[in-house]
């Protein structure tokens, strides 16, 4: 099916399900239009797209609304394969746009709604479930603006301020130094483990991030923030 929706469509859609839960790797069935949940990011992003415009994206396969999968690493490849990739501030001041944040490899990215005015609607983590947030102070990549739906930006683009400088992540060059250090001894000392206390944040530390995120109901992205880092200290983790 096809339908002609608006971005404000998606963001009304998606604002009635505050408050469900989230579940990491959650299935979202794409043609039920009374799932209540739960939701991963991107199953709830996609479903969204899917129930107003009748649009598989960001899934896998496109063909299928019910074997369709929804994976941030999809979105990042068909949102670049479609031309839909815009400037993040951008995505911000449109509603029904995307931030998106893609996942390292075979891990987990994040994926929520902009509401045109610096908030997101997004299936957040296992501690909060479905939220609306703000975009201010996080880490994006891209923002995604789909192809086909009628979106329409503010007169003022959305100031966005940047993400912590505390902020630790797999990037490269890798992140070193005795912050990632003493955030490799932490995950060590509470039995994830990071591999070697080496000060590099890699692979492994982010898979060690994701796992204790996990574990804690937090938004998992194998991303060392303000949240990781009070949900350490509460355990005794002394990190600064």
Request: aromatic residues 8%.
């Amino acid at each position: 099916m096809s339908l002609v929706a608006s971005g404000d469509a998606i963001v009304a859609l998606a604002r009635q399900h505050v408050g469900e839960k989230y579940q990491l790797g959650a299935r979202a069935p794409m043609a039920n239009p009374g799932w209540k949940g739960p939701w991963d990011c991107a199953e709830f992003a996609s479903w969204c797209v899917y129930q107003t415009c009748g649009v598989l994206f960001g899934v896998e396969p496109r063909t299928s609304p019910i074997l369709a999968d929804a994976y941030t690493g999809y979105w990042a490849e068909q949102a670049r394969a479609a031309g839909a990739l815009i400037p993040v501030a951008q995505a911000a001041s449109i509603a029904g746009a995307m931030l998106l944040r893609i996942p390292r490899p075979r891990g987990t990215g994040h994926i929520v709604i902009s509401d045109g005015h610096g908030g997101t609607v997004e299936a957040h983590s296992a501690k909060l479930g479905v939220i609306q947030g703000r975009a201010s102070g996080r880490h994006w990549d891209y923002g995604v603006l789909l192809p086909g739906v009628a979106c329409f930006s503010q007169l003022d683009t959305v100031a966005l301020a940047p993400p912590p400088s505390t902020l630790l992540r797999l990037c490269q060059p890798m992140l070193r130094g005795e912050l990632v250090h003493k955030l490799q001894a932490a995950l060590t000392r509470l039995g994830f483990h990071p591999g070697a206390l080496d000060g590099v944040y890699g692979p492994q530390t982010a898979s060690a991030v994701e796992a204790f995120q996990q574990a804690e109901g937090l938004l998992v992205d194998g991303e060392a923030g303000p949240d990781t880092f009070a949900a350490l200290q509460a355990k005794g983790c002394v990190l600064h």
